[in-house]
């Protein structure tokens, strides 16, 4: 079956970068966008961005366009999130997910907690 | 820029009832809406797809209908494991969530 692990996590201070990964098993990782998708403590779901099969197309938030950068490795199946000048609003678990159809996600991983804080 | 709405906000109902759970887009749609529960310190669960089929492995006792801007998820036979977060999506969308309460 399909599993997404998320790693990466910190506490960074405003201003800052921090790398998140995903490791991806179980399924044809280069047969399909993969997803980011954030919750504030407490709060909803925000899609972050999206990344085509071969990496050829990404797609982001507007709250997060020129600071964040998806990426993958398909030869290591590893989707990963590379976020600079982080702002508290940024806080959030953040979540992979498999897309199957027009952003609709049928696995997600358990996620991974960034804090914003100074 | 499309809004969903969901509606109501927080839902209580008891054991064997039935819970209807509103999505509404500020503007027409194509059907690609899905629709996820999501429980407490646990990523979110695809129940519907395609505003109308059923994930994998989800119990018949979930539907979802509708089209253009009005989507609906349809829980029969409530159970209190139900209980949990429910939102809709379309695309990079979600709407702000439902929270159904089982008591």
């Known amino acids: 079956e399909a599993q997404l692990v998320e790693s990466g996590g910190d506490l960074v201070q405003p201003g800052g970068s921090l790398r998140l990964s995903c490791a991806a098993s179980g399924f044809s990782f280069s047969s399909h966008w993969m997803n980011w998708v954030r919750q504030a403590p407490g709060k909803g779901l925000e899609w972050v961005g999206q990344?085509?099969?071969?990496?050829?197309?990404?797609w982001y938030a507007d709250s997060v366009k020129g600071r964040f950068t998806i990426s993958r490795d398909n030869t290591k199946n590893v989707l990963i999130l590379q976020m600079t000048s982080l702002r508290v609003e940024d806080t959030a678990v953040y979540y992979c997910?498999?897309?199957?159809?027009?952003?609709?996600?049928?696995?997600w991983g358990q996620g991974t907690l960034v804090t914003v804080s100074s | 820029e499309i809004v969903l709405t969901q509606s109501p906000a927080t839902l209580s109902l008891s054991p064997g009832e039935r819970a209807t759970l509103s999505c509404r887009a500020s503007?027409?749609?194509?059907?690609?809406v899905a629709w996820y529960q999501q429980k407490a310190g646990q990523p979110p669960r695809l129940l519907i797809f395609?505003?109308?089929t059923r994930a994998t492995g989800i119990p018949a006792r979930f539907s979802g209908s509708g089209s253009g801007t009005d989507f609906t998820l349809t829980i029969n036979s409530l159970e209190p494991d139900d209980s949990a977060i429910y939102y809709c999506q379309w695309r990079p969308k979600f709407g702000q969530g439902t929270r159904l309460e089982i008591k």
């Open positions: 503007q027409t749609v194509t059907s690609y």
């Open positions: 990344i085509k099969e071969d990496g050829s197309e990404k």
């Open positions: 997910a498999r897309d199957f159809k027009w952003v609709q996600s049928d696995y």
């Open positions: 395609d505003a109308s």
